[in-house]
């Protein structure tokens, strides 16, 4: 099976910065996706990292290294609406996602 | 307006009873999946398809059944429900296997 470790809640405050951690052991490795959920909602596409290193995107940035099985999430200038979990998933040798239980990101005023 | 529509949005459902949710998807992507996502343990796939007239079963498959007979809809049956099958369940798609999936809005069930 896969194994995906992310923490399960962080809190930071408005204007901060949080990075959301993520290691997983996989059979295969076809890319690493990260995904944002806010309560009641479906899960929505952030970012994909297929190669080793940095991927920015406007406030959030994805990074991955995958000799060390390692992600992280990197959300810039939090803002209240980013209060959400995050969703780190693994595409496996079968091409198929596995999720981990997702990081509950509370942003306070 | 493109996109993920599932159905109904919520169920109250007697164990042991039938129910089928529904998903239909008009961006015309070859991949479907199912997911059930509970509490502390993510989501998690129950069968995908990867495309018409194919379909694969994921990691918790046990009590579910599914049929693609076209590229848009992708039903999920549950022959006899039972209590551990409450969740929340999300249908997705995808244009192919190794890009980014769509996520509907879910179905809340609840089986007493």
């Known amino acids: 099976g896969q194994n995906i470790d992310q923490p399960t809640e962080m809190t930071a405050t408005e204007g901060a910065i949080v990075q959301i951690n993520c290691t997983y052991q996989?059979?295969?490795?076809?890319?690493l996706f990260w995904y944002q959920q806010h309560a009641g909602e479906a899960p929505t596409f952030l970012s994909y990292?297929?190669?080793?290193g940095l991927e920015e995107k406007g406030r959030f940035s994805s990074f991955l290294s995958r000799s060390k099985g390692y992600s992280y999430l990197l959300l810039k200038e939090l803002q209240m609406k980013d209060s959400a979990s995050y969703l780190c998933a693994v595409s496996a040798s079968d091409y198929k996602l596995s999720f981990g239980a997702g990081t509950t990101v509370t942003v306070r005023a | 307006i493109a996109g993920i529509t599932q159905a109904p949005t919520s169920q109250i459902l007697a164990a042991g009873r039938r129910m089928t949710l529904r998903c239909t998807q008009d961006?015309?992507?070859?991949?479907m999946y199912w997911y059930r996502q509970d509490l502390g343990l993510g989501l998690r796939l129950i069968h995908y398809s990867n495309t018409a007239g194919t379909t694969g079963k994921g990691e918790v498959p046990d009590g579910y059944s599914v049929s693609r007979a076209n590229t848009d809809d992708f039903p999920l049956t549950l022959a006899s429900a039972v209590p551990s099958q409450t969740s929340v369940y999300f249908c997705?798609?995808?244009?192919?296997?190794?890009?980014?999936?769509?996520f509907g809005p879910g179905t809340r069930l609840t089986v007493l």
């Open positions: 996989t059979s295969g490795f076809n890319g």
């Open positions: 990292n297929v190669l080793d």
């Open positions: 997705a798609s995808s244009d192919s296997e190794v890009n980014e999936q769509f």
């Open positions: 961006m015309r992507h070859n991949a």
